[in-house]
């Protein structure tokens, strides 16, 4: 897991009297990233960039346009992992030009299990 932390960095920037706006609810942190995502769909699939991930979703930089509001299963291949952490169910929850936001809406207990371990592995290492 060491190996790791060259392919992500903590993003965090939090301060004890600042209220979160709508568009900053996030609980888990957020970890900066490089690799490779897929994700397929009843109607598309594609692939992307993961460059930022946390517990709960993750940012794809893709050139597939996507719509918000769908559904995905999403697999992503992190370095230093034998099989990629599949995702059974992300839903775009925002839409920029060639970028995309996941909401994580259903996950396994072992693959949580292993997302959960990467990035408590990376906060640690801080």
């Known amino acids: ?4 932390r060259s392919f992500f960095q903590s993003d965090k920037v939090e301060s004890p009297h600042a209220r ?3 568009d900053e609810r996030r609980v888990q942190p957020r970890f900066t990233a490089q690799f490779r995502s897929t994700f397929s769909g009843s109607k598309q699939e594609g692939q992307g960039r993961t460059v930022d991930i946390s517990a709960g979703g993750c940012k794809l930089e893709s050139d597939m346009k996507v719509e918000q509001g769908a559904t995905f299963e999403c697999r992503l291949h992190i370095p230093g992992l034998d099989w990629p952490v599949r ?4 839903t775009v ?3 920029g030009a060639n970028s995309f936001g996941f909401a994580f809406s259903r996950i396994a207990p072992g693959e949580l299990v292993k997302l959960t ?4 592995d990376l906060e640690e290492g801080e």
């Open 87 to 90: 995702i059974d169910e992300a």
């Open 93 to 95: 929850r925002w839409v």
């Open 117 to 120: 371990s990467v990035l408590a």
């Open 20 to 22: 979160p706006t709508q």
């Open 1 to 4: 897991m060491k190996k790791l």
